[in-house]
């Protein structure tokens, strides 16, 4: 079978789809666990680290040191996802998903080169959001700053601070957060969910994690949390149309570059041209992702992502320790995992 990027078409499914709610309730149970031992070693990484990330970049009055901030957040990264390295593997190994396809870490069936222009061509086109909304800022009142972009844009561009960009934005994070999020979590979820149910709840969690945007409450906040919702769901779309999460990955790094006004003004500006040269697969892919996101499946998954969401929240009302729900939830989810067999497990 032919496969052509330009006509987009769902390849990244397992072969025997587990569509009752028992699976679904584990699958999403599984990917909250993962997400949730991440979250909790970042807190950590943030409080035994030292130098500490948030000392290195100043928000204690402290001069900026980009290389300290590097190798704090290489520290964290290091804790963080190692965490999640280790509970994937323990998954991998109770549920026989062991496959590279089955983690999108493969160029077949679209290939190296071709998967490498998609991704580039993502990443020109998916930058005109967040480009649009930082050059607008300049301009229009439109709110405050992160602390972190504060802090980068009131010190100078200097060696030490692309390095820290390196670590901590276009480089290192695209990998390693593409390889978590699209790679694991997304065909984790195909397993149960209907693809763009999958697509949507990943992108939902996603989004979750990132509501530092919305401290504000400024329309900047609001902003560029619609821009992150938005690239992140067409992230998720390349992974699913080409079974491998090197578009994506590429296309992260290519959003996470930060440049000043005139840098950025020639990326959106080249963004909007790759925008009109292929504005017919692009519609081909929006609409794909409509016509699959919109179903009973998706719904599905919203409630019960809100129930286990609400469920945990009341459970730490109570006072119970993060630590302790967590290490509950995890050793329910790997009970769970010895008896309900990877849709992976057969596919090559």
Not at 71 to 88: D, E, H, I, P, R
Not at 98 to 126: D, E, H, N, Q, W
Not at 205 to 214: G, N
Request: glycine residues 8%.
């Amino acid at each position: 079978m032919t496969y052509s990027i330009a006509r987009p078409e769902i390849v990244f499914i397992p072969h025997e789809r587990k569509g009752d709610i028992l699976s679904q309730l584990a699958a999403l149970l599984e990917v909250l666990v993962v997400i949730g031992a991440s979250t909790l070693a970042v807190v950590a990484a943030g409080q035994f680290l030292n130098p500490g990330l948030v000392k290195a970049l100043g928000f204690t009055g402290d001069p900026v040191d980009y290389l300290a901030a590097s190798l704090a957040m290489g520290k964290q990264f290091a804790l963080q996802y190692g965490v999640v390295l280790a509970l994937v593997l323990a998954f991998a190994f109770l549920r026989g998903r062991k496959s590279l396809r089955s983690y999108a870490l493969t160029t077949r069936p679209i290939g190296f080169l071709r998967l490498l222009m998609l991704g580039v061509i993502a990443g020109g086109i998916l930058s005109i959001p967040t480009q649009s909304i930082f050059l607008a800022k300049e301009i229009w009142p439109l709110g405050k700053d992160t602390p972190l972009w504060t802090v980068m844009e009131s010190n100078p561009w200097d060696r030490s601070f692309w390095i820290f960009a390196a670590v901590a934005s276009f480089a290192l994070v695209p990998i390693i957060e593409e390889l978590t999020w699209r790679s694991y979590a997304l065909g984790r979820l195909l397993e149960a969910f209907k693809p763009g149910a999958a697509v949507f709840t990943i992108t939902l969690c996603f989004a979750l994690l990132h509501t530092q945007y919305l401290a504000n409450g400024d329309a900047l906040g609001y902003l560029t949390m619609g821009a992150l919702i938005f690239i992140s769901l067409f992230f998720a779309l390349l992974t699913v149309t080409t079974g491998s999460v090197m578009p994506a990955i590429i296309a992260h790094a290519i959003v996470n570059i930060p440049m000043s006004f005139d840098a950025g003004a020639v990326r959106l500006a080249v963004g909007l041209v790759l925008l009109v040269v292929f504005i017919q697969p692009v519609l081909r892919y929006v609409r794909l992702l409509f016509s699959s996101v919109f179903n009973w499946d998706t719904l599905i998954a919203i409630l019960l992502l809100a129930a286990m969401t609400g469920a945990a929240i009341f459970t730490l009302l109570q006072g119970i320790s993060p630590m302790i729900i967590l290490a509950g939830l995890a050793l329910l989810s790997l009970a769970l995992s010895a008896f309900s067999k990877s849709a992976w497990r057969q596919t090559t």
